[in-house]
């Protein structure tokens, strides 16, 4: 039995001591390293203080800013520690009703803009935390942001241009807006 566990437990030490000490020292070293914003958080301050994180979506819920896509996290929307989705498929009658609800919000706060609703402002992400929007549906709500903000269309437009990223490499993913960044950006320009 001696035999056995000794180097049973030689060998459970220098495991863990590898994949929980080394690895994990070598991958964030070279995270540092190679990514050292994103290693950080990719963390958005102004004035020396944090106001978010590039990869994490916020809660905004007032009309002079852009809202970003639902969350599905509990118990509060935006929660980074209860990151997942709703796990409704699209014959769920209660993701009908959500999308439903959805839309009729978008629609009493913007009762004059009668264009499709896109799709990413009534439906969730898979993390619940997703901080982009598509440049659709930041156009969608353009208008509305222009008037609360008493601000001509155009300029909130160029502002969403300029803030629109492009697909990774020119053609991995789709276009998108970071609604923290363009909210930041809409907020320092008055």
Do not use: C
Request: hydrophobic residues 45%.
């Amino acid at each position: 039995m001696k035999t056995i566990l000794r180097p049973a437990l030689v060998l459970f030490v220098l495991l863990s001591a590898l994949t929980g000490l080394v690895y994990p020292l070598i991958v964030t070293g070279a995270a540092k390293a190679v990514f050292p914003e994103q290693a950080a958080g990719s963390l958005i301050t102004r004035d020396g203080k944090v106001v978010g994180s590039r990869l994490i979506g916020q809660n905004f819920s007032d009309p002079k800013h852009f809202w970003g896509r639902p969350s599905a996290t509990a118990p509060m929307a935006y929660n980074a520690a209860a990151s997942g989705g709703s796990n409704q498929g699209p014959l769920n009658p209660a993701l009908v009703d959500a999308v439903k609800g959805r839309v009729e919000a978008l629609r009493a706060a913007d009762p004059g803009n009668t264009a499709p609703v896109p799709v990413d402002l009534v439906t969730t992400s898979a993390s619940g935390l997703d901080p982009d929007i598509s440049p659709a549906a930041a156009n969608y709500q353009a208008a509305r942001v222009a008037r609360v903000r008493g601000v001509p269309v155009d300029q909130v437009q160029a502002l969403i241009a300029r803030h629109t990223e492009a697909p990774f490499g020119g053609f991995l993913g789709e276009p998108r807006v970071n609604v923290l960044a363009l909210n930041l950006a809409l907020d320092a320009m008055q």
